[in-house]
């Protein structure tokens, strides 16, 4: 069965800390990772991640992807109110354009 | 200015009753999906389609209908059938083919009393 999980589940950081989230898969024919943020209501988009060791880089928000190992991480530095969220990793699988999603975690940053 | 709509962003129903949730996309995206989000466990898929005409079971599909008759609309039914209906429902659509990114509607928060 395919699964994606996340952790932590939760997270309580303060402004200025550096933050690591992790992703791990057990899939079929792995296509993709995605990260994306969720705030109040719809996902947003962060990084398609689809070769091994290629960090991508968004400000502060970087992820890199290690296929050996079947996971991603999502780093945040200099972390911000803002920043508080549910991150949701994603993998993309076969040619059905199907794709699972981890539980989340759920990050909140305090001033 | 193209995007995911989706209706009613909150609903409220009685026990036993049928109801549909709208999904509307102007993006082109030939892939349309219906996730369900419950607290502490992410989303699950319910349906998806990758074309219109054609569309597969998610892993939780019991208790839910669909039918992709346009490209731009993908509409959930969630019957009596279903046990627990109560949730917060997404849409989303992607262009297909590998693409990867999922396109996210609002959101409709379905209370079932």
């Known amino acids: 069965e395919d699964k994606v999980v996340q952790s932590p589940l939760s997270l309580v950081v303060h402004e200025g800390d550096t933050v690591t989230l992790n992703c791990s898969y057990e899939?079929?024919?792995?296509?993709?990772l995605l990260w994306y943020k969720q705030e109040k209501k719809a996902p947003t988009f962060l990084f398609m991640l689809?070769?091994?060791?290629i960090e991508k880089k968004s400000g502060r928000l970087s992820s890199i992807l290690d296929k050996k190992e079947l996971s991603s991480i999502l780093n945040i530095t200099a972390t911000q109110t803002g920043d508080s969220a549910i991150y949701l990793c994603?993998?993309?699988?076969?040619?059905?354009?199907?794709?699972?999603f981890g539980s989340g975690t759920k990050l909140n940053v305090k001033p | 200015d193209g995007g995911i709509t989706q209706s009613p962003k909150y609903l409220f129903r009685k026990e036993g009753q049928n109801v549909t949730l709208s999904c509307e996309q102007n993006?082109?995206?030939?892939?349309m999906y219906w996730y369900r989000q419950d607290p502490g466990q992410g989303l699950r898929l319910i349906y998806y389609?990758?074309?219109?005409?054609?569309?597969q079971k998610g892993d939780i599909a019991e208790g839910y209908s669909v039918s992709r008759e346009k490209k731009e609309s993908f509409p959930l039914t969630v019957t009596s059938a279903q046990k627990n209906p109560t949730a917060f429902y997404l849409c989303?659509?992607?262009?297909?083919?590998?693409?990867?990114?999922?396109?996210f509607g609002p959101g409709t928060r379905l209370t079932v009393t």
């Open positions: 389609s990758q074309i219109v005409n054609d569309f």
């Open positions: 994603a993998v993309e699988v076969g040619n059905f354009n199907k794709f699972y």
């Open positions: 993006l082109n995206h030939d892939a």
């Open positions: 689809t070769s091994s060791g």
């Open positions: 989303a659509s992607s262009a297909g083919g590998g693409s990867g990114e999922q396109y």
């Open positions: 899939v079929t024919n792995f296509r993709s």
